[in-house]
């Protein structure tokens, strides 16, 4: 039961923490085309996006290391439920690092009043990231999914 538990709060946590990276580039590129004067900052965005996306990333961690010792921990699951682990600690640093500092500067510098064009080229960037970070995700899904032995 236990086991169904991890595995439901783990899934769950993972939908949630995927449909995060599905509107960041439309996002990043609203508000780098939105006047500033009738939009919503985009600081706001980012303290909701970087607070939820740290909870449930850390979320989906932990929950894997409770699946993972559910198992019988590291030496007792197949490699790719390992490499889909280490997918998901990519991601995790690519959210933080790349697409959070990449949001940062947008907001700086769209209330800075950076010309339109820069500010369309940070919003690329994030849409960039979020498209490795996707990559990430396939990874992570059919290494976790289809557990190839070797």
């Known amino acids: ?31 780098a085309r939105e006047n500033l004067a009738k939009a919503a900052p985009p600081e706001i965005y980012l303290r909701k996006a970087s607070v939820a996306g740290s909870l449930i990333g850390l979320g989906v961690i932990a929950s894997g290391f409770w699946l993972i010792h559910l198992l019988g921990g590291f030496d007792a699951v197949p490699w790719s439920i390992s490499l889909g ?9 690519i959210g933080g690092l790349m697409i959070g500092r990449n ?14 064009a820069e500010l369309e080229a940070i919003a690329k960037q994030v849409g960039l990231w ?21």
């Open 103 to 116: 949001w940062k500067k947008l907001a700086t510098r769209r209330a800075a009043g950076a010309p339109q």
């Open 130 to 150: 979020e498209r490795a970070v996707q990559l990430l995700w396939l990874v992570a899904l059919v290494s976790m999914v289809f557990r190839f032995e070797l």
């Open 85 to 93: 682990f280490a997918a998901s600690l990519a991601i995790v640093l």
């Open 1 to 31: 039961m236990d086991y169904l538990i991890a595995r439901f709060v783990h899934i769950l946590l993972i939908a949630a923490w995927f449909g995060m990276t599905i509107s960041g580039k439309q996002r990043a590129q609203w508000f």
